[in-house]
């Protein structure tokens, strides 16, 4: 029925059976560098994955995520807890094998009896998913469905995950240290060795922040919005701090402004749904976000050809931004702990 | 002619694509730090670049070509600089590169198969041994 | 045999996220046990982008059914399936998945930092971090605090 499109599944497993070799080779390893690297490589493989399931946004934010992120956070750790290698352990392995494989049993003996990979009238699929895509344009003016759904139909969950965010920031620096001093400048040797990375990053920070802020501002009509433009931008930061060294980069942002800005996300998030109350709708409903009679007033030229949501709009831009500050200033806080504790301990501070 | 286009394109998808395998084969197979930074650059700057010639051969002439080209100057831009960074870590660490057989050593060595790491810290050993599980 | 691979998506999926919680009860480095449980993580959104995934389908972002992209798109598709399958001429995959996946990526990658925050705080106070010397230190101070007591 669908010609052309089994090579599309054919790529999928294989893709897929990469990710498994992937998963063993994490397991085999008893490096901690070679684990971390070979994290990095499963998080690429499945952005590529994810790209061919038709999930862009997702795809972004692992690329982004898994990465970038997630690789600076466990090589700092790596750093901070001077871990290498594990230890031999032969007979750790019979038991947890036994239990991965009983699980696992269990989970494919379940899986066999869900519906056919790619069909459009399973459960999943059929009810609420074609819901949110025949209505969410026309209810809400973003042509993303999955903005739209993120930023309003589920607007309270992902409250709630912004919350999560700050909260995990909050508690990754009450447990290393809220640095606030900023270490030092690199040696005068390592300026002039690290001249094709500084050099480089300098032509490229600005470029990296401007597209998060495209990405930022496209999450309406493209893939993109608050999450993938906050970790980017964060990426900037993050590749200023290793070009340039820990200090130069928190002198431009100290550390009590990027938490500082962290809260300010999830109060403006939290704060446009109490707008939202005292203009008498719902908590985060955005079609009671504005007085009607300012409503009235908006010229038809500020929200462009055809978008008669205002609401709407103003509360997705709103809430988006809230995310970007949270999650920016949340990831830059995580490598501000890391690396500030690393700065110290290398100083001798700590044993 | 279009077709044409894209049939050489394809063909130099292909082509690159082959080059990746061949830079992931030479990184395994190298026999040090270097030279393997070396063959990891060729999947970087060879193979995308073939790959993206390919894609742009293959898309014609719309704004998606003006895209694959900007792709291709970020590659341009990062990949020497990372290979630039990772050069300057191995130097750093101690790590001399072997030159055929033979290798400079580093004043206190004493043994050329097992070159010593700047802070004395496990020896590297070539060829390395197989202890179960570690990937140099 | 579409069957077969057609489950064969899931069962590798859960291959991968066994995987991962083998790693996490089987080895006693800190370290490599979060690592274990970010590869656990990402394969159970993985699971879910699976599920959403419609044949034919393209990423849920709103196109007009008379551009250039849709038409290309409706070419390789049998008609009937478009008209009834589609959203306003074009065939869509679920966006309810990649919403619920996308926050729990970022999600993760927070806690991940918050687990190894611990571990860099465990080291300083052990000087290790596999866990069977973390539980043998521990047992001998309590039985230093036994006999003292």
């Not at chain 1, 462009?304 to 949501?309: C, E, L, M, R, V």
């Given at each position: 029925m669908i010609a052309g499109l089994d090579l599309n599944l054919a790529m999928e497993l294989v893709l897929l059976g990469m990710l498994v070799v992937l998963a063993g080779a994490i397991a085999y390893t008893r490096k901690l560098l070679a684990a971390v690297v070979l994290m990095g490589v499963y998080s690429l493989v499945s952005t590529v994955w994810l790209v061919l399931m038709d999930a862009p946004d997702v795809a972004f934010t692992e690329a982004v995520v898994g990465a970038g992120v997630s690789t600076i956070v466990l090589l700092g750790a790596m750093l901070l807890a001077r871990g290498e290698s594990e230890k031999h352990g032969q007979a750790r392995m019979i038991a947890p094998a036994l239990l991965a494989v009983g699980v696992g049993g269990v989970l494919v003996y379940a899986a066999l009896g869900l519906p056919d990979f790619g069909n459009p009238s399973s459960p999943a699929n059929a009810y609420v998913g074609r819901a949110y895509l025949e209505q969410a344009t026309s209810h809400t003016g973003a042509a993303n469905v999955v903005t739209a759904v993120l930023a309003s139909y589920r607007g309270f969950d992902t409250l709630g995950e912004t919350a999560v965010i700050f909260a995990a920031g909050v508690g990754v620096a009450l447990l290393l240290g809220f640095v606030e001093r900023s270490p030092g400048r690199l040696s005068a040797s390592a300026e002039e060795h690290h001249v094709v990375l500084r050099v480089t990053a300098k032509l490229l920070i600005p470029v990296i922040a401007l597209y998060a802020f495209y990405v930022q501002f496209h999450g309406e009509i493209s893939p993109g919005g608050g999450f993938q433009a906050g970790v980017i931008l964060a990426v900037a930061v993050i590749l200023h701090a290793l070009a340039f060294g820990l200090g130069e980069t928190m002198k431009a942002l100290p550390a009590g402004l990027v938490r500082g800005c962290a809260a300010l996300g999830v109060l403006v998030y939290a704060g446009l749904g109490v707008v939202s109350i005292a203009n008498g709708g719902g908590f985060l409903d955005y079609d009671h976000l504005l007085p009607r009679d300012i409503e009235a007033q908006i010229p038809a030229w500020l929200l462009?050809?055809?978008?008669?949501?205002w609401g709407q709009f103003a509360g997705i831009f709103g809430i988006e931004l809230g995310v970007l500050l949270t999650v920016a200033a949340t990831m830059v806080t995580l490598f501000y702990s890391f690396a500030g504790r690393a700065a110290s301990t290398v100083r001798g501070v700590r044993r | 002619m279009a077709d044409l286009l894209a049939l050489a394109g394809g063909g130099f998808a292909i082509a690159g694509a082959l080059l990746s395998i061949l830079g992931a084969l030479g990184v395994l197979r190298f026999p040090d730090v270097y030279t393997r930074i070396h063959a990891a650059s060729i999947t970087d700057t060879g193979g995308a670049t073939l790959m993206l010639l390919g894609l742009g051969l293959i898309a014609g002439a719309q704004f998606l070509t003006l895209k694959l080209v900007l792709v291709w100057v970020l590659i341009l831009i990062t990949s020497p600089a990372a290979a630039n960074a990772l050069a300057n870590a191995a130097h750093s660490s101690g790590y001399t590169p072997w030159i055929g057989a033979f290798r400079i050593m580093r004043a206190g060595e004493k043994d050329p198969a097992r070159p010593a790491s700047r802070d004395g810290a496990a020896p590297q050993a070539w060829p390395p041994k197989d202890d179960g599980g570690t990937i140099e | 045999m579409t069957w077969v691979l057609s489950h064969l998506n899931y069962v590798a999926v859960i291959v991968v996220m066994m995987t991962g919680l083998f790693i996490v009860f089987s080895t006693s480095n800190l370290i490599k046990r979060m690592i274990g449980l970010a590869v656990f993580q990402t394969a159970t959104g993985l699971f879910f982008i699976s599920l959403a995934k419609v044949s034919g389908g393209t990423a849920a972002i709103r196109i007009g059914a008379d551009g250039p992209a849709a038409k290309a798109l409706a070419q390789q598709l049998d008609p009937d399936y478009v008209a009834q399958h589609g959203v306003d001429g074009v065939v869509y995959s679920n966006p309810l998945p990649h919403v619920l996946i996308l926050t729990a990526i970022v999600v993760g990658v927070a806690t991940l930092a918050v687990g190894l925050a611990i571990a860099v705080r465990i080291r300083e106070s052990y000087a290790t971090i596999e866990s069977d010397e973390i539980a043998a230190q521990d047992r001998a101070g309590a039985r230093e605090a036994g006999s003292a007591s």
């Open positions: 462009g050809p055809g978008n008669h949501h | - | -």
